[in-house]
């Protein structure tokens, strides 16, 4: 015989405990200006989708690229210069 069980623990598995943490917060904030910079460039994609793209689109497609590309740059630069120790060469 199956028992018929409610999803009462799957429901309650997804509380308030599992909130993110300090950490996820602040690496969300320092990944920030990256997932901005990405969401640009998928309007200006977007944009182009239902019509030929004109030279106004190519251009704020190259600067939305280049934006996104300066922002992770950036976050790579500022990661990697944070992991490594004071002593590290």
């Known amino acids: 015989m199956s028992h018929i069980v409610t999803v009462q623990d799957a429901v309650t598995a997804f509380a308030d405990f599992m909130e993110p ?11 920030m200006p990256v997932i901005l910079a990405d969401v640009d460039l998928l309007d200006a994609h977007i944009i ?6 004109t030279e106004l689109d190519a251009r704020r497609i190259r600067r939305a690229r280049r934006r996104a590309l300066a922002a992770r740059v950036e976050l790579a630069n500022r990661t990697a210069g944070a992991s490594l120790p004071g002593s590290a060469a």
């Open 48 to 53: 182009t989708l239902d019509r030929t793209p």
């Open 21 to 31: 943490t300090a950490a996820e917060l602040d690496a969300i904030e320092l990944e």
